[in-house]
């Protein structure tokens, strides 16, 4: 099946509830056919901070919800240590299904293409349109492509507030699975913490 997108399988009703239940049955993509289940994005709905990733991971498919892994746990720690409420934000991903090459008994993480990106988009546009935060924090390159672009680079523009067209701020950084993957996790692990002290520190 080709990349449809997300578009018909919207609710009429645009809320949060709404978008999560129609979500279910998204068959935008061909990614839904392997996948356990769609994961939405989670969290309050006036949230101040909107955390957008890229996909869910092996966890995340299973549990059905965003950022229960270890990169879940990495970003846990960051926000505490950064001074961000997890209550208080709103999490979720640039694709709302997990891509996955298995390997035995595991399954590989694969990278959302493009077209899956702009298939899924109508479901992020929706949240991003309802939270509206005053602060966007974009976790890795997948989560840059969705909202500002293919040509944005997030090794340049890392940790510098950039205006939104709607109001409030991004602040693009490193997906914490990458954190996992580094030579120097301390390093990244700075890194990626001084980039949300960026955004906590946002008036």
Avoid at 65 to 71: D, I, L, R, S, T
Avoid at 134 to 162: D, K, Q, S
Wanted: with cysteine.
């Amino acid at each position: 099946m080709a990349n449809i997108g997300a578009e018909r399988f919207l609710p009429g009703e645009i809320s949060l509830p709404a978008l999560r239940e129609a979500a279910r049955r998204c068959q935008g993509c061909d990614l839904y056919r392997n996948a356990t289940q769609t994961v939405f994005g989670e969290g309050v709905p006036d949230a101040r901070y909107m955390l957008v990733g890229e996909e869910p991971g092996d966890q995340e498919d299973r549990q059905g919800a965003p950022f229960v892994g270890p990169a879940g746990r990495v970003l846990d720690r960051a926000l505490e240590e950064a001074g961000i409420d997890r209550e208080t934000v709103y999490v979720t991903n640039a694709v709302k299904h997990f891509k996955f090459q298995p390997r035995g008994k595991r399954r590989i993480h694969q990278k959302p293409t493009a077209a899956e990106i702009d298939a899924c988009h109508p479901w992020l546009a929706a949240e991003m349109s309802l939270v509206n935060p005053e602060i966007t924090v974009i976790l890795g390159a997948t989560a840059a492509r969705a909202l500002l672009g293919p040509a944005f680079r997030v090794t340049r523009e890392r940790g510098r507030p950039l205006p939104r067209s709607e109001g409030g701020f991004y602040i693009a950084t490193v997906h914490p699975s990458s954190i996992l993957r580094a030579p120097d996790r301390d390093a990244a692990y700075a890194g990626f913490l001084s980039d949300l002290r960026v955004a906590a520190a946002l008036p």
